[in-house]
């Protein structure tokens, strides 16, 4: 058992934190946001991730997991720091360091026991450990030995712990063999391969992995938009490709893009990467390019359809950027609904778990609704943002039932065509025929 501090208690800092705690090992989780502390207290999941709230209610009750918004209370007894606060994206899409140097800061001033490592999950450009241990010997109040290890999470929100215990690999970026055996010793219960390397390869792993999985879905949506002009069907196209197991199935399915706290922020961040060494990444740079557009290839059906939006009641069908999350943030949702406000649509939504986070996105420039039915009641067309189960089992009868005449733009290929074409519905898609 070892005793942890996790920096941040976000999607990768609560869940490092808990699974910590659920293996054993005695954690406490510190963030700078009091409520975030106040309703972690109480057993409360700032963030909706399934499975989460028992995990942090079993390992409160089990004494492995506190939660405090004083870094003293933690850091100066911890053996290992996990750094996991927040590298949002500047203006220009290189990474924000500001909340990853501040934690640096706190860590230096508070720092204690000997030969604490500090293990940074938060994704960081590459060079940005050294910078840490910079930023941590500074603030400093005496000389005190410690280690820097890179070890970037690869866990997808929505099925975060499930990722975490099942992982397919741990990457352990660090010099020193001694810290990156304490740290894999740390994981040990969890039984995944480890992969050791350097600090430098370590933080570029991460960005070459999340640029790759982008670059897979920008190119098939490429292909997907190829299908639509050559009278192709992306879903056999993708299934054709993906039985050749050099290609495999994943990340092959076409529809309104990436969104995320991650894919746009993490391949903008690499373009700026590469150009600070004088690397134009242009493949990347496409990659985004393509990503931009796609959400924009179904609202140009819309109009298609219709001639002009002015004033056309709109549905949409799901907000967070993917299921079983309740995140927003660079949303493929957040540009349909801008593009159609700006074209005069009279926009309502529905999200079973997103919602809040839209109002304060979209505050009363949109409607919200509290199901399905509400939200196509009356409806002039409705759009499929987010698949979640409920939007993706819906019965194609409820939009009959519920709206003028049932017009869809379905971004995510939720039916099959010959559905569409059974119920007699305006059926857009993504890389299919139309189905009227
Ligand atoms: P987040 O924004 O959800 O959470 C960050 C948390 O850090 C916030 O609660 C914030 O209050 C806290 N914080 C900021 N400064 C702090 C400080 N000095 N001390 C303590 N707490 C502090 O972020 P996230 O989505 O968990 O992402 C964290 C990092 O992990 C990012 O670098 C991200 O790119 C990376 N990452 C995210 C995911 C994901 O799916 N969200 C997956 C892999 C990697």
Request: glycine content about 8%; hydrophobic content about 40%.
């Amino acid at each position: 058992m070892s005793r942890v501090t996790v920096m941040g208690t976000g999607y990768v800092g609560l869940i490092t934190g808990v699974c910590l705690a659920e293996i054993g090992h005695s954690v406490t989780c510190i963030d700078i946001a009091p409520e975030k502390i106040e309703q972690l207290r109480r057993g409360i999941s700032p963030i909706f991730e399934p499975g989460l709230t028992d995990l942090i209610e079993e390992n409160l009750r089990s004494g492995n997991l506190w939660f405090t918004n004083k870094p003293e209370e933690a850091i100066p007894q911890s053996e290992f720091i996990f750094i996991a606060v927040g590298t949002p994206q500047r203006e220009d899409g290189s990474a924000d360091l500001t909340y990853i140097q501040q934690a640096a800061k706190t860590i230096g001033a508070h720092l204690s026991i000997l030969n604490t490592v500090i293990v940074t999950k938060s994704t960081v450009p590459v060079g940005t450990n050294g910078k840490i241990e910079e930023w941590i010997k500074d603030s400093l109040h005496a000389t005190i030995p410690f280690d820097v290890v890179s070890n970037p999470e690869f866990l997808r929100e929505g099925s975060a712990i499930q990722d975490t215990f099942q992982a397919d690999r741990i990457v352990i970026g660090s010099e020193n063999e001694e810290s990156a055996q304490r740290v894999a010793a740390l994981y040990e219960p969890m039984n995944i391969p480890i992969f050791n390397t350097n600090r430098e390869s370590a933080e570029l792993i991460k960005y070459a992995s999340n640029a790759f999985l982008a670059t897979k879905i920008s190119f098939i949506n490429e292909i997907a938009n190829l299908s639509e002009k050559l009278g192709a069907d992306i879903s056999d196209v993708a299934y054709g490709m993906g039985l050749d197991h050099r290609i495999g199935t994943a990340f092959l399915k076409a529809g309104l893009g990436y969104g995320g706290s991650c894919f746009p922020k993490d391949t903008n961040a690499l373009v700026q990467i590469a150009g600070g060494v004088d690397h134009r990444f242009e493949l990347l740079e496409s990659v985004i390019k393509v990503n931009q557009q796609q959400p924009l290839k179904l609202l140009n059906k819309a109009v298609q359809h219709f001639g002009s939006l002015q004033g056309k009641e709109t549905a949409i069908l799901g907000l967070a950027f993917k299921p079983n999350t309740d995140d927003m943030r660079e949303a493929a949702s957040i540009t349909l609904i801008e593009h159609l406000l700006a074209a005069g649509a009279k926009v309502r939504a529905y999200d079973p778990i997103a919602a809040g986070h839209a109002q304060k996105i979209f505050g009363d420039r949109i409607e919200y609704s509290g199901s399905i039915e509400e939200c196509l009641h009356q409806a002039d067309m409705a759009f499929i943002a987010t698949e979640w189960e409920e939007i993706k089992l819906l019965p194609l009868s409820i939009y009959q039932k519920q709206m003028k005449h049932p017009v869809i733009f379905d971004g995510r290929n939720c039916y099959s065509l010959a559905e569409a074409e059974r119920h007699q519905i305006d059926y857009y898609s993504i890389g299919r025929k139309t189905s009227t």
